[in-house]
């Protein structure tokens, strides 16, 4: 299976004893692109990500990677920062970085000067001829993250890359993440904060128990006229909402805050419930609750797996 | 430079570039000089000398008396100086017997010829007595002459955990003292009868294609076990150095990051080159430590350099069978605790060879010898002493070793390579036979 995509999963399953890690994974990945890969603990993103990068052999089902029919063809051209992250301890920074380049096949021309700049790049500088073991973790992870990206991979694939950082180093490897999108690269990250998907990713892809269950671009998910909720603050503190209550496209109403939150049935349109809601009771403010990505996880984690994506989103909105 | 190359020059330079690789590299030979030099000095100086009573019952009423004037003699300054000049004609292990006699301080205590044995006994074990009480020698009647012709000799008797020296001594003094009465009842002369009965040992000449040499006694049993020595230290260090950095890659969880780069076989390739190459600067300095040793003193020509040959070959053979399924065992492991009991049984087949030894070496074509150079991975170890043996196989069976040898690498880095391929990946409880088995069925 030799395709143009990035990367080009078919019915990818992996077994481990009687569990079922990935189950019939099917993806794919436009060269270019900058997917999120979000799913619960245990859903099976690491074990998916590990068969991307041939570090584990699928039991089933076709994989491609960079046009190639195995990442052991491309290695060279991907780059790879783990979930269980590590360092050579005993290794000084630059040799460390210098090794891992070499492994990845950069020319020794220019090496020393790319190595040095990265180490800058990340605020680092200074810190070349100490030892792995004397830094502190934030440092070992930018160390760790330049590792992953010293070659200029196409292919840049990042699991829970923004673990264990603090808001600066979260906020300059959103930048890292960016530029190497900018410069063309397709990058796959996976990552358990959902604002972070929400804001860096074209795509989001979710898998739950093995199985994907979402497979969308992010405006598509968080589209405003999928909406199923609205909020809205009345105009007197104490107003009566019953008769909110009672319209027909009305599901819930729940005082929220200040405020009221209002769950709406299956098929209402939501213009005509904003009219309809405003025509009931004067209110001070009143707007479509949108859904965001953690609304979507939550609703499809906590739902049945088994059940459609659209389906999923439409329980995430009523949960919401 | 491909992959491989690159991770074996960095566990090359990771392991070898270090102040433990330097001390250990210099502490063998340094901890062997110091024992060579001090060691026997301090056996000399500190050695407490034996203090005590001797009680001797002499049914002969011939040997006592001798022993009296054995003990008086030997404490002479005249005496030492007779078993030094003994010592320097050749005779050094009889004397050094005689001067651990000379060297005690010890009371005659003289029995009555028809003294109670039993009596005596309790003698030696009768409370906490000072001087010790050391040893009961009972002199046979027949000691001296006997009717029938057959000679008797003597019983010893000692308390519980006695000094071994003890019983040297006494059996050298009675020895002596029994022989001069023997001599004297038959009207010989014992200076002469010990002139008649001494043969000095010669050293012999070895004689080749190259001329005459002084034969080095012992060389026949040191060679291959120098040899077999080097070849087990080589597959330690490498084998040791696999295990520790495999699962030092483990736990500190970087192995994901190389397996990003590489496939695990070219990780595991990669190490098996790098410590290769550790052990072979190891023995490469140790082998040429030994050759300039052997030039320095004109043995050199005693050594056949094809031993060396066969040294490389089954080194390799022992490193790629044993450093492959050490690497296998720090796979599967998450820390060096848990890799202790898989390394155990590799471990044991490692110092193997320690214990063929001696017996390998006693009956170099015997049929243990044969059966151990057949039998992977200790083949290697069991060729290479025989090899090294004054009688060593012939080429048909060296090879026929080597091929055997050969097989086994393939098996062992076969089944090392799928343990490994599954087992870097797993954390957790380290597995059981079950699941190795598993593995290999999976992978």
Known sequence: MRTTAAIDLEGVTKTFGSLKAVDALDLTIPRGALY?????????????IRMIMSILLPDLGRLSVLGHASALEAKDR????????????????????????????????????????????????????????????????????????IHEPDLLILDEPFSGLDPVSTRLLKDMILAEHRRGATVLFSTHVMPQAEELCDHVVMIHRGRKVLDDPVNAILRPQDACALTFDPLEPHADVSRVRALPEVASCAAVGGGYEVALRDGADPARAIQ????????????????????VFVGIAAGDAAVSPPEQRRAAGAAA | MSKVLRIAAREFAATV?????????????????????????????RAPAVEGEIAIVDRTDA?????RDAMAARSSPAAVTELVERARAGGAADALVEMLGATTELTLIERSSSADVEQEKRWLTEGDSTPRRLALAVVHENAVESASGELGSYDLYVPSR???RTEVIVHSLLREAILDARAAARGLDR????????????????????????TVFGLNMIVPMVFMGLLMMGVMFAGQGMLTTTVEEKSNRVVEVLLSAVSPMQLMGGKLLGHMAVAFLAMGLYLGLGLAVLAAFSLFGLLDLKLILYLVIFFLIALFTLGSLMMAAGSAVNDMREAQALQAPLIMLMILPIILWMPILREPNGTLAYVVSFVPPVNTFGMLLRLGSSSPPPAWEVWLSIAIGVAGVFGAVWVAAKVFRIGILMFG?????????????AA
């Open chain 1, 78 to 149: 991907i780059g790879y920062l783990p979930e269980e992250r590590g360092l050579y301890r005993k290794m000084k920074v630059a040799p460390y970085l210098t090794f891992v380049a070499r492994l990845k096949g950069v020319p020794e021309r220019g090496l020393r000067e790319r190595v040095h700049s990265a180490i800058e790049r990340v605020g680092l500088k200074g810190v070349e001829s100490k030892r792995c073991e004397e830094l502190s973790k934030g440092m070992s992870q930018k160390i760790q993250i330049l590792a992953a990206l």
């Open chain 2, 63 to 67: 040997v006592l008396p001798r022993v």
């Open chain 2, 162 to 164: 006695q000094d071994a």
């Open chain 1, 36 to 48: 999120g890969f979000i799913g619960p603990n245990g859903a099976g993103k690491t074990t998916a």
């Open chain 2, 17 to 45: 570039f270090t102040k433990g690789f330097v001390v250990g590299l210099l502490i063998v030979p340094v901890v062997g000089g110091l024992v060579a030099i001090i060691g026997p000095r301090l056996v000399d100086d």
């Open chain 2, 191 to 214: 200076a002469e009868l010990s002139r008649v009965l001494t043969v000095p040992r010669v050293r012999s000449v070895s004689v080749g294609d190259g001329g005459e040499s002084d």
């Open chain 2, 429 to 441: 409880r380290p597995p059981d036979l079950r699941t190795l088995v598993r593995w290999l069925r």
């Open chain 1, 276 to 295: 309809s809601v405003v025509a009931a009771l004067p209110v001070a403010r009143i707007e479509l609750k949108r859904p965001t990505l953690e609304d």
